[in-house]
């Protein structure tokens, strides 16, 4: 399809493993979001991506975390050593550019449950 | 540090009434952006405001931006059950914040 992919949809767990989510924009967008929604929450800034950079990484929960992009393209984010707390929704979110003013598009997040 | 603040948190209402939820901040945006969120989805962008003052129409909804484009508001009427969702608004320059969200259930 021509909209944001995310996968997997679901991730379920055990505390202290690894997880990777991965997020495919859509084709030509520069700009790349990850938030994090935990259950009837908000959006948690996470990190973004303007091409392959990140200039910022302040929503970072912990060094636990920590996302790359490659090619202009797909983002993978990682979380190590996962936690209890870590579980929530990831949502990833693709835009033409950067900038308050440009539309994002979201994929439906990949929901992680850390048992 | 930007923050957005929504109110209410929560509104439950009968179909056909009229509401309006807000979005408040001490600083001052460049734009501001408002999605619908529903459940197991992700957000989709309904409108953005970039001019103070600025008031936009999409059918039943109606947008406003603050003048001093600290704040801004939503507004619908004759609400129906197609408008349940969670209303998040977001803005930002580069970095997007997005605002704690109003749980919106219009009750058939």
């Known amino acids: 399809g021509a909209g944001v992919s995310q996968s997997p949809s679901n991730k379920v767990t055990e505390k202290g493993k690894d997880v990777e989510l991965r997020c495919d924009p859509i084709?030509?967008?520069?700009?790349l979001y990850w938030y994090r929604q935990s259950l009837g929450q908000g959006l948690e800034f996470l990190i973004y991506f303007q091409g392959n950079s990140a200039p910022d990484k302040s929503g970072l929960p912990s060094d636990r975390f920590s996302a790359e992009r490659t090619g202009g393209s797909v983002s993978t984010l990682t979380i190590q050593r996962t936690q209890q707390e870590d579980s929530a929704v990831y949502l990833c979110?693709?835009?033409?550019?950067?900038?308050?003013?440009?539309?994002?598009?979201f994929g439906d997040g990949t929901r992680l449950s850390i048992l | 540090t930007q923050l957005l603040e929504q109110s209410p948190q929560f509104l439950s209402i009968q179909e056909g009434e009229n509401l309006t939820v807000y979005c408040n901040s001490s600083s001052v945006f460049s734009s501001l952006q408002w999605y619908r969120q529903e459940p197991g989805e992700g957000p989709v962008l309904l409108v953005t405001?970039?001019?103070?003052?600025e008031v936009k129409k999409l059918k039943r909804l109606t947008f406003q931006f603050g003048d001093a484009r600290k704040d801004s508001s939503l507004h619908i009427t004759a609400a129906q059950p197609g408008d349940t969702g969670l209303y998040l608004c977001a803005g930002g320059d580069d970095k997007i914040i997005f605002g704690k969200g109003t749980r919106l259930h219009i009750l058939p």
């Open positions: 405001v970039v001019t103070g003052g």
């Open positions: 979110a693709s835009s033409l550019e950067s900038g308050g003013d440009q539309p994002q598009h």
């Open positions: 084709s030509g967008h520069t700009a």
